[in-house]
């Protein structure tokens, strides 16, 4: 079966692929190792991913997109062949037409630079679609009806939140803040309080065992192993989940307070509409235990966590991509 259309969810975290009639076929983490002396590429997704804070010097890991845009644009190259020719699988020589996820606040030349990535990376033809739109379809919101819906997509690198109605956004806000601000916000917590350094995957894993929105009276706790930075020697602690909690505050205040400006910006009919019907959070952090009631207890406005939240986007894209000519005109640009 040739593959000849590819929807591309390209994370900062993760990237997704979807292919129609396979579904997804891809989820793999949005790193390259690059072996220094040679310019070679080592590994690409999860095998680059285990690498992290255990290379020598002669390797170096990439991390091409940071929050949600292009940061190195050859290597996101390198990394968009991968995913491409993986999706393809042997029936390698039909250029696929390509459709990529790009944030709703990122700017023409940020949109320009993946569209030239992915045709760059063998794409016949590339477009770009808002992650907001994508990430609502991907939900099941009915974008085209003649109502308001509110989506808050939190990523690794940024969250987004739109109100959509009749196919369109009608007021939308973007922060660079996302489950990366949430790791390093717990890294520089276990730091300071217990004078201990662990690594980004090690505070990964602390938030999704124990991460919540919101203290909690039965306290979940996690050991966590990392370096004495008094003494150099490896030690172990025991972190709670109130502590992680208070940890990222101050990182989920930052996405709540757009939540906040983006209702305030929503017309008065679209508000009641929202208030019936309620946000819809989809994206990594959505899976976040009790994000859900952080953002109904500061908004007063109901809010549910989508189905299977970390798939919206790529869902929507698949979407996108298996209509092209419906949504041609209404969600994408060629730059």
């Known amino acids: 079966m040739f593959v000849t259309k590819i929807a591309i969810d390209l994370g900062t975290c993760n990237s997704l692929v979807f292919v129609p009639g396979k579904g997804i076929v891809l989820n793999e983490p949005s790193v390259v190792a690059?072996?220094?002396?040679?310019?070679?590429?080592?590994?690409?997704?999860?095998?680059?991913?285990?690498?992290?804070?255990?290379?020598?010097?002669?390797?170096?890991?990439?991390?091409?997109?940071?929050?949600?845009?292009?940061?190195?644009?050859?290597?996101?190259?390198?990394?968009?062949?991968?995913?491409?020719?993986?999706a393809r699988g042997s029936f390698g020589f039909v250029k696929p037409e390509v459709v990529v996820s790009v944030p709703v606040g990122s700017t023409s030349t940020e949109r320009r630079a993946v569209v030239e990535a992915a045709m760059n990376a063998s794409?016949?033809?590339?477009?770009?679609?808002?992650?907001?739109?994508?990430?609502?379809?991907?939900?099941?919101?009915?974008?085209?009806?003649?109502?308001?819906?509110?989506?808050?997509?939190?990523?690794?690198?940024?969250?987004?939140?739109?109100?959509?109605?009749?196919?369109?956004?009608?007021?939308?806000?973007?922060?660079?803040?996302?489950?990366?601000?949430?790791?390093?916000?717990?890294?520089?917590?276990?730091?300071?309080?217990?004078?201990?350094?662990?690594?980004?995957?090690?505070?990964?894993?602390?938030?999704?065992?124990i991460g919540t929105a919101l203290p909690k009276r039965k306290e979940n706790v996690m050991e966590v192993r990392g370096r004495d930075l008094a003494s150099g020697l490896p030690r172990n602690i025991k972190v709670s989940s109130n502590e992680v909690a208070g940890a990222i505050k101050d990182t989920l205040q930052d996405i709540v307070s757009v939540v906040k400006q983006v209702l305030r910006d929503t017309p008065p009919e679209l508000s009641a509409d929202i208030m019936n019907k309620g946000i819809i959070i989809s994206g990594g952090g959505a899976l976040l235990r009790n994000i859900n009631e952080l953002i109904a207890r500061t908004t007063g406005v109901p809010c549910f966590v989508a189905e299977e939240p970390l798939y919206c986007v790529v869902k929507g894209t698949g979407i996108v991509i298996e209509h092209l000519d419906t949504y041609k005109r209404s969600l994408m640009s060629k730059k």
């Open 123 to 209: 794409a016949k033809m590339a477009f770009v679609a808002k992650e907001p739109l994508l990430a609502a379809l991907g939900a099941g919101i009915p974008i085209n009806a003649c109502e308001g819906n509110m989506i808050v997509n939190i990523g690794g690198g940024t969250s987004e939140i739109a109100v959509i109605s009749l196919g369109g956004i009608v007021t939308a806000s973007s922060v660079r803040v996302g489950g990366d601000k949430m790791d390093e916000a717990i890294e520089e917590y276990i730091k300071r309080k217990y004078n201990l350094a662990i690594g980004t995957q090690t505070a990964e894993e602390i938030k999704i065992k």
């Open 34 to 86: 690059v072996l220094k002396p040679e310019n070679k590429i080592l590994a690409v997704g999860k095998e680059a991913k285990t690498m992290i804070g255990r290379t020598p010097d002669s390797i170096r890991i990439y991390r091409p997109l940071k929050d949600g845009v292009i940061a190195d644009y050859k290597v996101t190259q390198v990394m968009l062949r991968y995913f491409i020719r993986k």
